[in-house]
């Protein structure tokens, strides 16, 4: 068969598949130690606290905290052990060193780039002038992505770069996402996930909290422990110390 019937058969021929980006939740394991028997320890703790969260959830690795002796100590096999022995499914590691690669490699395990640090220096310059300062302004406001009604079970609404409004509820088995805040004017009784590029100053606010799930910038909360926090209340959810904080949001008369 010539080049060109070969192009023709493959355009008249229907498609099997697409490929598209997407965006999931996967649980981020950051180590801080590469001693094997106290992870496992802490992680049973965590899984047996919220069994059902970590059912077959598929998990990342994340070793940038770890010194280069470390890395080069970690053993990722028995890690990925470990953690399918407590029904984790390893998936990635982010931020590895040359072993750590090809070992992630012959694990089958995907390569993920290091997190953006956070800025640690400030240049001291003069002040713009205001009418620069206010164009910048209008130019930096992130988007707000406004959803009107229900979020069923099953579906998926991420706000990029900006805020999440809903005004009405989130079901259980529905996710919404947001790279800042999300304002719920309805019930929220599936997972909410704030700040998820990493602002830890990202809040969720809902008029009834029912959540199987909440996050900001990482750090999580499950519906075990979120039964005892404000359950149905009209609430913000936030971080403070590096840890969920669920306060009532004021009533008014």
């Known amino acids: ?33 590469a001693d094997l028997k106290a992870i496992k320890l802490e992680l049973m703790e965590k899984v047996t606290q919220s069994p059902a969260f970590f059912q077959r959830s598929p998990l990342v690795f994340g070793v940038e905290q770890l010194t280069d002796a470390e890395q080069e100590s970690l053993d990722l096999e028995g890690l990925c052990v470990i953690c399918r022995e407590l029904t984790l499914l390893p998936t ?23 997190s953006k640090g956070k800025q640690s220096e400030l240049t001291a310059e003069a002040p713009p002038a205001p009418e620069a300062v206010a164009a910048a302004k209008t130019e930096a406001s992130p988007p707000t992505r406004i959803i009107t009604t229900p979020i ?17 509820s989130v079901s259980a ?15 929220l009784r599936g997972r ?19 959540a199987e ?3 900001v910038a990482g750090q999580f909360m499950v519906d075990e422990v979120l039964r005892t926090n404000h359950w149905k209340d009209a609430v913000q959810i936030y971080l403070a110390g590096g840890r969920i904080q669920i306060t009532p949001l004021p009533k008014h008369n």
């Open 1 to 33: 068969m010539s080049k060109s019937a070969q192009r023709a058969s493959a355009v008249d021929r229907p498609e099997s598949f697409q490929l598209k980006g997407g965006l999931f939740p996967m649980t981020l394991l950051e180590l801080k130690s």
């Open 92 to 114: 990635a590691t982010r931020g590895a060193n040359a072993r750590l690669l090809n070992e992630s490699g012959r694990l089958g395990l995907a390569i993920l780039p290091r």
């Open 152 to 168: 069923r079970s099953g579906q998926q609404i991420y706000a990029r770069g900006g805020d999440l409004v809903v005004m009405a």
């Open 173 to 187: 088995g529905a996710e919404v996402l947001a790279d800042g805040n999300i304002h719920i004017y309805g019930a």
């Open 192 to 210: 909410a996930l704030a700040g998820v590029q990493g602002d830890e100053n990202a809040r969720i606010f809902c008029s009834s909290q029912e």
């Open 213 to 215: 799930l909440v996050a």
